[in-house]
């Protein structure tokens, strides 16, 4: 199974940026869309962005559009996920995942889970006012 680590978090002002990666290890990224969650404590998890397997299509949902780009890496297993213009609500946990019931298009984010996709542990990225 492939393994996700996620790193890059930290701790940034409001307004700030922070970039984070997604490296897979025993395997490429460019064999299912990879897809950017996050989650904060009691709450559900949510979709943030994602990136198709060849790297020609991404999707933001609206809370981060303008702000987040998500692209491929300068290596096959990395994707990584640009974050401008922090704000307090950004403030969780945040994942990436690779599964084949990840479907990104133009149109949307999609996301069921299979028994081939894998996740990464989280990168905690706080974002003071």
């Known amino acids: 199974q492939v393994q996700l680590v996620e790193s890059g978090g930290g701790l940034v002002q409001s307004g700030g940026s922070l970039r984070l990666s997604c490296t897979a290890s025993s395997f490429t990224l460019d064999r299912y869309a990879v897809g950017w969650f996050r989650q904060v404590p009691g709450l559900a998890r949510e979709k943030v962005a994602c990136i198709n397997a060849n790297g020609a299509t991404t999707y933001y949902e609206e809370f981060v559009k303008g702000r987040f780009t998500v692209s491929k890496g300068g290596t096959k297993n990395t994707v990584l996920l640009e974050m401008t213009n922090l704000k307090s609500a950004d403030t969780a946990t945040y994942y990436c995942?690779?599964?084949?019931?990840?479907?990104?298009?133009?149109?949307?984010?999609?996301?069921?889970?299979?028994?081939?996709?894998?996740w990464g542990q989280g990168t905690q990225v706080t974002v003071s006012s």
């Open positions: 995942a690779t599964d084949p019931g990840v479907m990104c298009t133009s149109g949307g984010f999609f996301y069921h889970k299979t028994e081939f996709g894998s």
